[in-house]
């Protein structure tokens, strides 16, 4: 039901848009996120923005670099990434929650989503 795309090959302070395409009834029923994991890591929170657009919230590590939107039109939510750093190589997916972005503890917990789409790499070179 989650389809992202968008990761690639970047240079350090390069920018990258991923984009996750979500079936109509599963994007506008719920919140919108993104989640990372590079290896030997967890999977960590990076941004959700709620279904009416207005909830945003973003981990401490991408603030001010990363815009998360959403388009209600083309069931697709975006993660605008700039000023890409190699710390940021990670596998990146998109998630869905219901009511993951109540506030800013559930949005960062893996529980709070209950749709998961593939992953899309993304990797930054120094």
């Known amino acids: 039901q989650l389809q992202a795309s968008g990761g690639g090959l970047v240079q350090a302070g390069d920018s990258l848009r991923l984009s996750c395409v979500a079936s109509?009834?599963?994007?506008?029923?719920?919140?919108m996120g993104w989640f990372r994991q590079a290896p030997g890591n967890e999977r960590e929170f990076v941004a959700v923005?709620?279904?009416?657009?207005?909830?945003?919230y973003y981990a401490d590590s991408v603030n001010d670099r990363f815009i998360i939107s959403r388009d209600n039109v083309k069931n697709t939510v975006y993660l605008q990434m700039n000023s890409l750093k190699p710390d940021d190589t990670a596998v990146y997916y998109c998630?869905?929650?219901?009511?993951?972005?109540?506030?800013?503890?559930?949005?960062?917990?893996?529980?709070?989503?209950?749709?998961w789409g593939r992953g899309t790499q993304v990797t930054v070179s120094s």
């Open positions: 923005r709620g279904r009416t657009g207005g909830a945003t």
């Open positions: 109509g009834d599963t994007f506008s029923n719920h919140d």
């Open positions: 998630a869905a929650g219901r009511h993951a972005a109540a506030n800013s503890v559930v949005a960062a917990h893996i529980l709070g989503y209950e749709y």
